[in-house]
C-alpha cells in the first residue's frame, strides 16, 4: 500500500518541501541535498513513472548524493571574506 505513494510525483514534491523545511531549522547543507535528491526525482517519476519501489530508492540515493556533492563543490569555491593579517598595526 505504502509502495504506491513512490510513484506519485506529488509526494516527492512534498519530501523536497519537508526536507527542505528541515534544513531551515538545521542549517548545515546537510538536508538540502536530500531535498534536491526528492525534486529531482519528482521530475524523474512525472516524466517517466517507475513501479519498481527499490529502482526508485536508489535513484533517490544516488540523486541525493549527487545534489550533496555538487553543494559541497559549490560552496567550497566561496571565501568567507575573512582577511589574514601578517602584519600587526602596533610593530613599529
Given at each position: ?92
Amino acid at each position: 500500500m505504502m509502495a504506491a505513494y513512490f510513484s506519485l510525483w506529488w509526494v516527492w514534491i512534498c519530501v523536497a518541501l519537508a526536507l527542505g523545511v528541515v534544513e531551515l531549522l538545521a542549517p548545515g547543507f546537510i538536508f538540502l541535498g536530500f531535498a534536491i535528491g526528492a525534486l529531482s526525482m519528482a521530475v524523474f517519476v512525472f516524466v517517466m513513472p517507475a513501479t519498481n519501489v527499490a529502482a526508485l530508492i536508489a535513484m533517490f540515493a544516488i540523486l541525493s548524493l549527487i545534489g550533496w556533492v555538487v553543494l559541497r563543490m559549490m560552496f567550497r569555491r566561496q571565501s568567507s571574506g575573512a582577511r589574514i593579517v601578517k602584519r600587526d598595526i602596533n610593530d613599529g
